[in-house]
């Protein structure tokens, strides 16, 4: 049942700790976070959710039990975050159902994975790059704030899918950033192809959101890399000309034997580190 999960319109990851979905129809594009009641139950807990009018508004965000409820932006969602919320996903085959869409339908399956306790971990050499950003990224990575505020980090990376949920609130601006990508990885640099996207946040007023209306489709095809596309030092843009941050080529800046660090966007410098030299990894996959 552990893998990527996709219809045309929704998006299921499902790791033995969590799940993460996106789904959009047409009214909103929304994205939800579970969390395993307990290792023996097949439930999972909602955490968090967020869900967007395509008029380009935020209208909620809400933790469940495990943390304090905080409502931002408007109060007028379409989508409800019910703390306490549980979902049971049921797989037959290469399709599962009861993932955290009220619409329940279908989804197949795209990208399977094992839970595996640790995997053998290979020091980065300029011949290996391509190698090593994907088998170093590969897994579940959190991030949890101390601070009482419900800032958190879910990032789960298979070898051609990467997926965050990610939630910052400070006393200065509250922010979102739900997101898919397909990668591509070259001893060059990697290319990040976004296909589905939500980021605001009240600091500016920012916006923004994508979302591909063919999953299935966009997740089991190829994703061609062009290396004239990576500069030497800095990030390239290649999207459209609406959503120039939709394929982003990161070039490589540096690396060490336990660390790579790449071009990010806007002036960014991307840090990869190495299993062993990451404490924030809490679940490491082998894909099937």
């Not at 990851?13 to 929304?30: D, F, S």
Request: net charge negative.
């Amino acid at each position: 049942m552990y893998g990527v999960w996709a219809s045309i319109g929704s998006r299921a990851i499902i790791t033995q700790k969590w799940i993460l979905t996106y789904h959009k129809t047409n009214n909103e594009i929304a994205s939800r976070l579970y969390r395993r009641v307990n290792v023996a139950d097949a439930a999972y807990e909602i955490i968090a959710a967020t869900a967007a009018c395509v008029d380009g508004r935020w209208h909620s965000v809400a933790y469940g039990k495990h943390g304090a409820v905080h409502e931002y932006f408007t109060h007028d969602s379409m989508i409800e975050a019910r703390p306490g919320l549980r979902v049971c996903p049921q797989s037959s085959g290469s399709t599962v159902k009861h993932c955290g869409m009220d619409e329940g339908g279908t989804l197949t399956l795209v990208e399977s994975f094992s839970m595996s306790g640790s995997r053998s971990v290979r020091s980065a050499t300029q011949e290996n790059i391509a190698v090593c950003l994907v088998d170093w990224n590969v897994g579940t990575t959190e991030f949890h704030g101390d601070d009482g505020t419900g800032s958190m980090s879910v990032s789960v990376n298979t070898s051609r899918n990467w997926h965050i949920f990610e939630v910052w609130n400070t006393p200065e601006y509250h922010s979102m950033y739900c997101r898919c990508a397909r990668i591509g990885a070259t001893n060059l640099g990697l290319l990040f192809e976004q296909n589905i996207r939500m980021n605001a946040s009240t600091e500016n007023e920012m916006f923004e959101w994508h979302f591909e209306d063919s999953s299935v489709d966009t997740l089991s095809g190829a994703l061609i890399v062009d290396e004239t596309r990576f500069h030497a030092n800095t990030c390239t843009f290649d999207g459209t000309s609406d959503k120039p941050w939709r394929r982003a080529y990161w070039s490589l800046k540096t690396h060490r034997d336990d660390l790579i660090v790449l071009h990010g966007c806007n002036g960014a410098e991307y840090e990869y580190r190495r299993p062993d030299k990451n404490p924030l990894i809490t679940e490491q996959f082998s894909v099937d």
